[in-house]
């Protein structure tokens, strides 16, 4: 509070407050439907918004994930290439530069990195990987909101395929 000035709210990190909803999920009884259902809605808003919004900065951070991508699934190096991965949606997530739904994207990209472990499906999401990641990247660089949307979709739909095939 600022006498004559008014109230005012320090910058707050939104995912902080998403974070207890990690700990409401069961992982025993993991509902792969739900988290990836969740994922398309957001992830696709993200990048359809990202599409729109991104600037030559974020285009380039996000064709250097690509590449390291690229690498990773050529020395098969599923560590390196998860972490790139989940750096890719992130980096996406802030391109659409919409806090809330970077907040929402972080703790549920916990959950499925939860889901990813649970399963033990690594090394299977590499047949894929670069082709579904360049896509994305592809209509985000174009600036097609609705292909970047169909894109993230269809990735997703493909990674819940992985996981439960």
């Known amino acids: 509070i600022?006498?004559?000035?008014?109230?005012?709210?320090?910058?707050?990190d939104l995912g902080l407050f998403m974070k207890p909803l990690f700990q409401l999920i069961d992982f025993?009884?993991?509902?792969?439907?739900s988290i990836?259902?969740?994922r398309e809605y957001i992830e696709g808003g993200t990048a359809f918004l990202?599409?729109?919004?991104?600037?030559d900065f974020e285009l380039?951070?996000?064709?250097?994930?690509?590449?390291?991508?690229?690498?990773?699934?050529?020395?098969?190096d599923i560590v390196k290439l998860y972490e790139y991965d989940r750096a890719f949606h992130t980096e996406v997530a802030k391109a659409s530069h919409?806090?809330?739904?970077?907040?929402?994207?972080?703790?549920?990209?916990?959950?499925?990195?939860?889901?990813?472990?649970?399963?033990?499906?690594?090394?299977?999401?590499?047949?894929?990987?670069?082709?579904?990641h360049?896509?994305?990247?592809?209509?985000?660089?174009?600036?097609?909101?609705?292909?970047a949307r169909q894109a993230m979709i269809d990735h997703s739909r493909n990674s819940k395929t992985v996981l439960l095939g």
């Not at 025993?28 to 439907?33: A, F, G, L, N």
């Not at 990202?50 to 600037?55: C, D, K, L, Q, Y």
């Open 2 to 12: 600022k006498q004559g000035k008014g109230t005012f709210v320090k910058t707050v």
């Open 28 to 33: 025993e009884e993991i509902d792969v439907e």
């Open 98 to 132: 919409n806090q809330i739904l970077l907040s929402i994207l972080q703790p549920l990209e916990e959950i499925d990195s939860a889901c990813v472990k649970r399963f033990d499906k690594y090394m299977t999401t590499l047949e894929n990987c670069y082709k579904e």
């Open 36 to 38: 990836y259902t969740a």
């Open 60 to 76: 380039t951070v996000l064709r250097n994930i690509l590449q390291n991508i690229r690498q990773c699934i050529a020395d098969q």
């Open 50 to 55: 990202a599409a729109t919004r991104r600037t």
């Open 134 to 147: 360049y896509d994305i990247f592809k209509a985000i660089e174009d600036r097609d909101g609705e292909a």
